[in-house]
């Protein structure tokens, strides 16, 4: 039978020779997307001439297109958004690389830094979209014409209306209530229409965990999901809250991203994650590393660390080509502890906008909730960090604020705050001070959670 992650038709298991099939896959799809993205000139001619590429035939190898900076990141995406809306019209960016009446989908960002970022599809980018998502479906064991329950964000998310007609093309029928339906009716359809697959960030899935016995009168254990999909924050790979809920719903975890200009990874089934699974190597160059500081290429290897280019190798519409995508990330190529199958695995360990710079140390927010979420139940798993500037430099001590589990008593709070700090020290060098507060304190929300607040004096 074959292996729910094999999907390329490269037969080798030595990580040296698959990542050099993987460069000529590369290449030669890039050949033809330099090519196309070229004839673009508002935007993306600009960017080559700037670079002191005259003409595509310079571009001779992957190691020079590698070596060409960073063409799109988020502030040049905003940029190129709103001077196309004050040029042409319309928000679908200078680097629309098709007409705009072919630009047939939008997804954006949640915009929670400031103006939403579009996604922009045509039909071609659309059916690729939903072929590597339904990839990610398979690997999770979602069968066709059996019931799937989203509670994502649905307000043009990337994680909504556009997983949700992926569903269907998949041939699922997802039950598209949506973070802004709210807990209490979340739970309620759940109910209703008795789903086994369960698509929420792991914020709500903690939310439905702590409110289903006052909603509904039962625990959610009792409501029959076995698989949960999480994606959007931090958290879907961590130990405890993989164990957290197998413990609550009796589900196992599958952490993914997906979507944006077809990327797409998912952790396997095994019951620890070891990286997620990268299900898109023939449409999207999702890892081409480079150091976070110089921008120069890395070498792509096992074990590798540095902030991902993104580039979509045949992407029709606004393409992300050399896009500086903020995520730090570190690889592993060749056989998966957890399922056996040969590939490249990915994990995110933060994000480069994100990194705090604390007495010379480098620390990622994620980072800091993976330490939290090993001291669960005593605390709840949620947490700010409150600083008095905005990132990235820190005045020491680093204030970490978290929450007392539901049933830690206020006694122990000293000492497990102390027991926090400590081992923050051990495992991240830097010591913090650490308030405990009463169990939820904090808000929650369905949605992304941001981990820094900035409370200027």
């Known amino acids: 039978m074959t292996h729910p992650l094999h999907y390329l038709d490269i037969d080798t298991r030595d990580p040296a020779e698959y990542l050099a099939a993987l460069d ?17 000139e508002d935007y993306y001619r600009r960017r080559f001439l700037e670079a002191g590429v005259s003409s595509p035939e310079d571009i001779r190898s992957l190691d020079d297109f590698r070596r060409l900076p960073s063409f799109l990141d988020k ?5 190129s958004q709103n001077e196309s809306l004050e040029r042409y019209g319309h928000p679908l960016g200078l680097h629309l690389t098709a007409k705009p009446e072919a630009a047939i989908h939008l997804a954006a960002t949640s915009g929670t830094t400031g103006t939403p970022t579009f996604y922009v599809f045509s039909r071609k ?27 994502f964000g649905l307000s043009l998310w990337l994680a909504g209306i556009t997983y ?9 029928r997802p039950v598209a209530v949506g973070a802004e339906g709210g807990v209490p009716k979340i739970l309620r359809y759940i109910e209703l229409t008795r789903p086994r697959v369960l698509f929420a960030t792991p914020s709500m899935a903690n939310q439905l965990i702590e409110r289903a016995p006052g909603e509904i009168g039962k625990p959610v254990g009792a409501l029959g999901i076995e698989t949960l999909l999480v994606c959007g924050e931090p958290g879907g790979s961590q130990p405890a809250f993989r164990a957290r809920v197998r413990e609550h719903f009796g589900a196992q975890t599958f952490d993914m991203t997906g979507g944006a200009w077809h990327n797409g990874t998912i952790t396997c089934d095994a019951e620890q994650a070891h990286g997620m699974h990268y299900m898109a190597e023939d449409h999207c160059f999702r890892y081409d590393l480079v150091d976070p500081q110089t921008r120069q290429p890395l070498e792509i290897r096992d074990g590798a660390v540095g902030e991902a280019i993104h580039t979509g190798l045949e992407y029709e519409a606004a393409p992300a080509f050399r896009n500086a995508t903020g995520d730090i990330l570190r690889l592993h190529v060749g056989e998966c502890p957890g399922c056996g199958h040969f590939g490249v695995r990915m994990e995110i360990i933060g994000r480069a906008d994100d990194m705090l710079m604390v007495k010379g140390v480098k620390v990622y927010p ?26 990235p430099k820190v005045a020491p001590p680093l204030k970490l604020a ?5 049933d830690t008593p206020e006694s122990a709070w000293p000492e497990l705050g102390k027991a926090l700090e400590q081992r923050i020290r051990e495992l991240l060098t830097f010591r913090p001070s650490v308030t405990v507060l009463p169990f939820g304190s904090l808000p929650r929300s ?12």
């Open 75 to 79: 502030a040049r995406h905003r940029d």
């Open 366 to 391: 994620a980072a800091i909730q993976n330490v939290v979420h090993r001291f669960l139940p005593e605390l709840s798993g949620e947490l700010r960090i409150r600083l008095d500037a905005p990132p």
């Open 125 to 151: 980018d659309l059916e690729i979209t939903y072929k590597v998502l339904g990839r990610m479906f398979r690997v999770a064991g979602i069968r066709p014409g059996e019931t799937t329950f989203h509670a």
């Open 402 to 406: 978290v929450e007392a589990g539901e």
């Open 164 to 172: 949700i007609q992926a569903l269907e093309a998949y041939g699922a």
């Open 446 to 457: 369905g949605a992304k959670t941001k981990l820094i607040e900035v409370i200027e004096p």
């Open 24 to 40: 000529q896959l590369r290449w030669t799809k890039l050949q033809k997307q330099i090519r196309y993205v070229w004839s673009n």
